[in-house]
């Protein structure tokens, strides 16, 4: 089992910037993918990014693209989310996931497609 931790969440102002980081610890071998969703209250949760751990390859929801980087540390097994020109429809819980399934179709940032679970950090963008 893999063991997710989010941090770096916070109350910024529209136009600001943050930093997510995930680190991974536990049976992080065989890791395929990592990802980051989010669910504002009332919402489903959605895709925001995903990243191949092999490659690097990442792919972005149409809603952040331009704006939000993902990358990764393979030497300290953590995922960075990089928030640039916040605004105050990104407020939500954003949640890190990781997969060992190698068939996950990580373009479209499905779900059911990721294994392990973070506790989730909040993000706050004010107008």
């Known amino acids: 089992q893999v063991q997710l931790v989010e941090s770096g969440g916070g109350l910024v102002q529209d136009g600001g910037s943050l930093r997510l980081s995930c680190a991974a610890s536990g049976r992080t071998f065989g890791t395929y993918a990592m990802g980051w969703f989010r669910q504002a209250p009332g919402k489903e949760r959605e895709f925001v990014a995903t990243?191949?751990?092999?490659?690097?390859?990442?792919y972005y929801a149409d809603s952040v693209k331009g704006r939000f980087t993902v990358s990764r540390d393979n030497a300290k097994n953590t995922v960075y989310l990089q928030m640039n020109s916040l605004k105050p429809e990104d407020t939500a819980v954003y949640y890190c996931?990781?997969?060992?399934?190698?068939?996950?179709?990580?373009?479209?940032?499905?779900?059911?497609?990721?294994?392990?679970w973070g506790q989730g950090t909040q993000v706050t963008v004010s107008s």
């Open positions: 996931a990781a997969t060992k399934r190698v068939l996950a179709i990580l373009s479209m940032g499905k779900i059911t497609d990721f294994d392990s």
């Open positions: 990243i191949r751990w092999s490659s690097g390859t990442t």
